[in-house]
């Protein structure tokens, strides 16, 4: 390909700010899911000390279960989502370097295809990428849960309190 050095670095200035405004937006994504999290971590705790004393005995574990559960869940999901920013971070600082090292030699022949194999996350970045993904999923699972098992404790406390 006939890239000129000029349009190689302006190329990979807009990609490397790209990935920069991409980290913005997926650390304030995950900022949002962590306090969510703790949010829910706080209300189910509070939830578990002040449901305990109104409770029959013989249904305490039964009804609370879900609270106790979707504290587990919510504990375990920030401590992987704080895995998959650091992750994420990483293999994105990664990809800057990588690209940026490239404009040393910006008129050898290998630097565009070289360029497009880390934007298309080959090799080495494809390893990193899925397994950001992976976590990720894990994550929101987690999250996921944790908020259902809220509702449902709220619902079980409800119908054991009735």
């Known amino acids: ?3 000129t050095p000029t349009f190689l670095r302006q190329f990979v200035a807009q990609y490397v700010g790209g990935l920069r405004d991409a980290l913005q937006f997926v650390g304030s994504s995950q900022s949002h899911h962590d306090a969510m999290l703790t949010w829910s971590i706080g209300l189910m705790g509070a939830g578990v000390f ?3 004393s109104l409770l029959p005995t013989h ?3 039964l009804v609370l279960a879900p609270w106790i559960l979707g504290i587990l869940f919510a504990i375990t999901g920030r401590l992987v989502a704080r895995i998959v ?3 994420d971070e990483f293999a994105n600082f990664a990809k800057i370097a990588a690209v ?3 404009l040393l ?3 050898a022949p290998e630097v565009p295809a070289s360029i497009m194999k880390v934007i298309n996350n080959e090799d080495d970045f494809g390893k990193r990428r899925t ?3 992976r ?3 894990y994550s929101t699972a987690l999250g996921l849960s944790a908020h259902i098992l809220f509702a449902v404790g709220v619902v079980a406390v409800f119908w054991a309190l009735s």
């Open 100 to 102: 940026s090292s490239l």
């Open 1 to 3: 390909m006939g890239m």
């Open 59 to 61: 249904a305490r574990a």
């Open 131 to 133: 397994e950001v993904d």
């Open 85 to 87: 920013r650091d992750k």
């Open 50 to 52: 002040s449901a305990y």
């Open 105 to 107: 030699t910006p008129t």
């Open 135 to 137: 976590l990720n999923r």
